[in-house]
């Protein structure tokens, strides 16, 4: 079974860019979230999204946003870059999304993010 | 507010050593979950365990043990005979078992386990 799939594995930008990135989760997973990873800040939660819809929301600036598709795969983007967006993005997977649960969730190896 | 503090940023120890990962938390919520994941090189965090707060018995599985300890608020990991492939980040994480949140992880700073030969 294929596991959650990132891509790009690496991508730069410039300031003011905007960047989409691509995860497509375990074959079956309905859920999907989205972590920013940074020395600085560590691992901080973006969204979640399950069934097509945002289901939770961290603290970012509106310039991140995702989606999700009917066939649970995800996306997120990122507008008017700034050089603080610099990361490893993860998306990560779980089965069922049923709220409470927490199930445990999969992993991507990530898309790292160099804003120049 | 959850918080979770893994006070030690890199420890390094020599293989075959036991080697012990502290984690302490903080939550306002009477049932919660706690998880430690291991960040490789190649990126992807790897699910080791996932507790809740209502089992505080401790679990081995192989070379990995789990002390959760309520009355401290710490999730500690221990593995025992460490080896080089044991060399990675190790993050401890807390969730709540609301509604709204579940699967939105709080995780802690992380510490970079190094096993040298």
């Known amino acids: 079974k294929a596991g959650v799939t990132q891509t790009p594995r690496y991508l730069i930008k410039t300031r003011g860019q905007q960047v989409t990135l691509s995860c497509s989760p375990i074959?079956?997973?309905?859920?999907v979230s989205w972590y920013q990873q940074t020395p600085g800040q560590g691992l901080q939660f973006l969204f979640e999204y399950f069934s097509e819809t945002q289901r939770n929301k961290g603290n970012f600036p509106g310039r991140f946003s995702g989606r999700q598709f009917s066939n649970s795969r995800s996306e997120m983007n990122v507008s008017t870059l700034e050089l603080g967006d610099s990361a490893l993005y993860l998306c990560a997977s779980r089965r069922t999304g049923t709220p409470a649960t927490n199930e445990k969730l999969f992993f991507g190896s990530g898309t790292q993010l160099s804003v120049l | 507010a959850q918080k979770v503090t893994q006070a030690q940023t890199e420890i390094s120890v020599v293989e075959k050593e036991d080697v012990t990962l502290d984690c302490v938390y903080e939550?306002?919520?009477?049932?919660?979950?706690l998880f430690w994941y291991k960040q490789p090189p190649s990126g992807e965090l790897v699910f080791l365990i996932r507790r809740n707060s209502f089992d505080e018995q401790n679990e081995i599985s192989g070379r990995y043990s789990w002390n959760f300890q309520k009355s401290t608020s710490s999730f500690n990991f221990t593995i025992t005979a460490s080896q080089v492939v044991d060399s990675a980040v190790y993050f401890c994480a807390l969730s709540e078992a609301e509604e709204t949140s579940g699967s939105r992880l709080t995780f802690g700073e992380g510490t970079q386990l190094t096993v040298n030969p």
């Open positions: 939550t306002r919520d009477t049932t919660y979950y």
């Open positions: 074959s079956g997973h309905r859920s």
